[in-house]
């Protein structure tokens, strides 16, 4: 379910009955779902978790006014054009950088990180973004096993769904779950 730009903060932050998780996944593992806000090309939301692509300065601010607490961003600093951690701690939230760009800067270290703002409660509601939402799926992947309990088939359906486009990626990922398992 799509919901629409302006989006009041309980809409943003739950999934209430419309949207309840398909047939074939767990009762206890909510389920990823397309959102729209702002100007944000692709994002997915697990509970109080916004997985995206680059938001945009004002999507940042309407994060923020409908209660994200905290902001992830998984590109190098350097990829952007202005300063996010800036505007992100003026807005007065929080701001995390893991940086990976290729499949060979994805270390155990990046989704240890990774995972330790994904889970910490603290951090939540959480946006976590890269440019296009592709560098997600292996991070989200791992989490998802991890730490959420989800079924391997489901969390890469869900990375697949974010555009992870290498199988590389997928692979780090799972070689990732199995040494942390």
Request: hydrophobic share 45%; net charge negative; with cysteine.
């Amino acid at each position: 379910m799509t919901q629409p730009d302006d989006i009041p903060a309980a809409v943003f932050l739950a999934n209430g009955g419309a949207n309840a998780p398909p047939s074939d996944a767990a009762a206890d593992c909510p389920a990823m779902l397309p959102y729209q806000c702002g100007s944000v090309q692709l994002m997915y939301a697990v509970e109080d978790v916004f997985l995206c692509s680059q938001p945009a300065p004002g999507d940042l601010v309407r994060a923020r006014d409908a209660g994200v607490r905290t902001v992830l961003n998984v590109r190098d600093e350097s990829e952007l054009p202005w300063d996010e951690r800036d505007l992100v701690e003026q807005l007065g939230m929080q701001y995390f950088n893991i940086p990976y760009t290729t499949p060979a800067t994805l270390t155990d270290e990046v989704f240890d990180a990774f995972r330790r703002v994904a889970t910490g409660t603290e951090h939540r509601p959480l946006l976590v973004h890269c440019r296009s939402a592709t560098r997600l799926g292996p991070l989200w992947m791992a989490h998802r096993v991890l730490d959420a309990g989800v079924a391997t088939q489901q969390a890469a359906a869900e990375a697949a769904a974010l555009g992870m486009p290498a199988p590389a990626l997928a692979q780090l990922a799972q070689a990732y779950v199995h040494r942390r398992a």
